[in-house]
């Protein structure tokens, strides 16, 4: 799958796709990320993305020209879909993940400033999405997130593919707790079940615990008998 990160950032990401799953993905050929500098599709000596808003009001917005052409060259002669990363969009969660990471391709945009003009919004962008109801900088960090989310479930990316079925929000709820060696730290034992070698007492015990946590956590994933909603 291809990734295009288009930002006036780009060094932010250096890091971020040097480390860990991301890293391994791109040097076997699952993911190929690249990153776009708005920049350099701009016209003036100063490099300019952004102006004031029309109308009046406080900041800056990003101009339409230096995004269109950045959005245009991403595409090339193909397609791919095109992610507006805004504290106004839809709320990022597994499905949406789930969704891009059965795309060939994703533009991903990161805003900043008040916004970006509404012509890129109505006649270039698919989708606006957010990561939470709050604000930050900008969408970098947003689409570091959304990368990350998505990477994981490419076919190849992870070690043992059933780590990403087995996840919280995978079948609709979060994950059970998880123990490890030793069996009592500070007097503070391991669940005896654990350590039984029962497999089948074990998983069922994972999904009660799974449930219990939901219903505890986030009480608006599961149905109104409790079970994680379909």
């Not at 990161?110 to 970006?116: L, P, Q, V, W």
């Not at 890129?120 to 990350?148: F, K, N, Q, R």
Request: net charge negative; proline share 7%.
């Amino acid at each position: 799958m291809r990734f295009d990160i288009i930002t006036i950032f780009p060094e932010l990401f250096a890091g971020v796709l040097e480390c860990g799953i991301i890293r391994r993905a791109r040097q076997a050929g699952v993911a190929d990320i690249r990153v776009v500098n708005l920049r350099d599709f701009t016209r003036d000596r100063h490099r300019s993305v952004d102006d004031r808003p029309y109308g009046g009001g406080e900041g800056m917005v990003f101009m339409p020209g230096p995004l269109f052409e950045a959005i245009e060259y991403c595409r090339g002669t193909g397609g791919g879909r095109v992610i507006l990363l805004t504290p106004q969009g839809r709320r990022w969660n597994q499905a949406m993940a789930e969704s891009v990471a059965g795309l060939e391709h994703a533009i991903l945009i990161c805003g900043r400033y008040e916004g970006i003009d509404q012509r890129v919004i109505d006649h270039m962008v698919d989708e606006e999405v957010s990561i939470g109801d709050y604000v930050l900088s900008g969408g970098e960090i947003p689409a570091m997130a959304v990368v990350d989310s998505v990477v994981r479930l490419l076919p190849g990316a992870l070690g043992n593919e059933s780590s990403a079925r087995n996840e919280s929000f995978a079948a609709g709820m979060l994950d059970f707790p998880q123990y490890t060696r030793p069996p009592v730290f500070r007097n503070l034992p391991v669940p005896e079940v654990l350590l039984s070698g029962d497999h089948e007492k074990i998983a069922r015990w994972r999904k009660e615990q799974a449930l219990e946590k939901t219903r505890r956590i986030r009480p608006e994933l599961a149905g109104s008998d409790g079970a994680p909603k379909p």
